[in-house]
């Protein structure tokens, strides 16, 4: 988690240069690998400190933009600057919203209140996934998806992404050969995926805010692609066993709009396979072995459902 903290006058005058209000009151939110600050209670300030690139702020500018259209709580974006003038990272400046994540005081909650946040959390995943795209990718400015087959995007995606996992040694050989080599052999069931659409790409209890039972913001579309639907819902059983008595109302409200599709329980441990590959490289990179071990036996678990 960053512990990176900026100077005072570096944030007065970012605040300055951009015509915002003076700043009186700064504290730092520590539960991201990417420094969050809020300023004055009233704004949050995320910078981007990864060499990789991995965050796209000018990509949740449009992303929250549309949103804020199907009366999604999102936060509104006052600011994108990437130009490093005034700090050498890029940053986002946008409203703070109301409430707390959902994980934080879960076990406080009423039955009631749990099942209903829950519930409105499947369905708000459903208005996202209601904006079409034309083709499958990341989004852009100026492209708004980039391959015509899913299969495409995942395929060169996760050749990335096992690239990494051998330069940090995050997955083993083997691993990294029968996870390519299940993604090639299922090519005609990814391939079934005709219908590009906006996919949050980390909807998680953390990246969902509440005050008491009701949804008070939808946050990081940082990662946002154009892709399938259920990509979404990719490892979301680990949420289930974190959050007691979240699972049920969260499906029946995503499934009173939509329905899994027939190959949903394939495409899940693909999805959940290629999530956890990814993020083997960011546990062998920053965390606790423990944490690295449980990813290595998730990622294990899921191979073992695929080749059974």
């Known amino acids: ?35 969050c600050i809020i300023i004055n209670d009233k704004y949050v300030i995320r910078m981007n400190i990864r060499k990789s690139g991995i965050l796209h702020f000018r990509k949740e500018y449009l992303v929250m933009n549309w949103l804020k259209k199907l009366t999604i709580p999102v936060p509104k974006i006052l600011v994108v600057d990437d130009t490093r003038k005034l700090i050498k990272y890029p940053f986002i400046i946008m409203n703070k919203l109301e409430g707390t994540e959902v994980n934080s005081g879960w076990n406080q909650l009423t039955s009631k209140e749990k099942q209903k946040i829950a519930f409105d959390a499947g369905v708000y995943l459903t208005k996202i996934h209601s904006i079409q795209f034309k083709e499958f990718g990341d989004i852009r400015a100026n492209t ?9 995007y995942l395929i060169i995606t996760l050749k990335k992404q096992l690239k990494n996992c051998a330069k940090y040694k995050s997955v083993d050989i083997k691993t990294r050969k029968i996870t390519l080599d299940l993604f090639i052999q299922n090519k005609s069931l990814l391939n079934a995926v005709k219908n590009p659409v906006l996919v949050h790409g980390d909807y998680h209890f953390r990246n969902i805010l509440h005050k008491k039972d009701k949804i008070t913001g939808i946050i990081d579309f940082e990662v946002a692609i154009a892709g399938d639907s259920e990509f979404d819902l990719k490892n979301i059983e680990d949420q289930f066993r974190r959050l007691e008595g979240f699972e049920k109302p969260f499906m029946k409200g995503y499934l009173s709009k939509t329905k899994l599709s027939k190959d949903f329980k394939i495409k899940y441990s693909l999805y959940t396979l290629f999530f956890l590959t990814e993020l083997s490289v960011t546990a062998r990179r920053f965390w606790r072995k423990e944490t690295r071990e449980r990813i290595k036996n998730q990622i294990s678990a899921e191979i073992a459902k695929l080749t059974g």
């Open 1 to 35: 988690m960053s512990k990176l903290r900026f100077k005072e006058s570096i944030i007065k005058k970012i605040f300055k240069f951009h015509g915002l209000e003076d700043v009186k009151s700064i504290s730092y939110i520590d539960t991201s690998y990417n420094p």
């Open 144 to 152: 708004l998806g980039e391959y015509p087959c899913w299969y495409d």
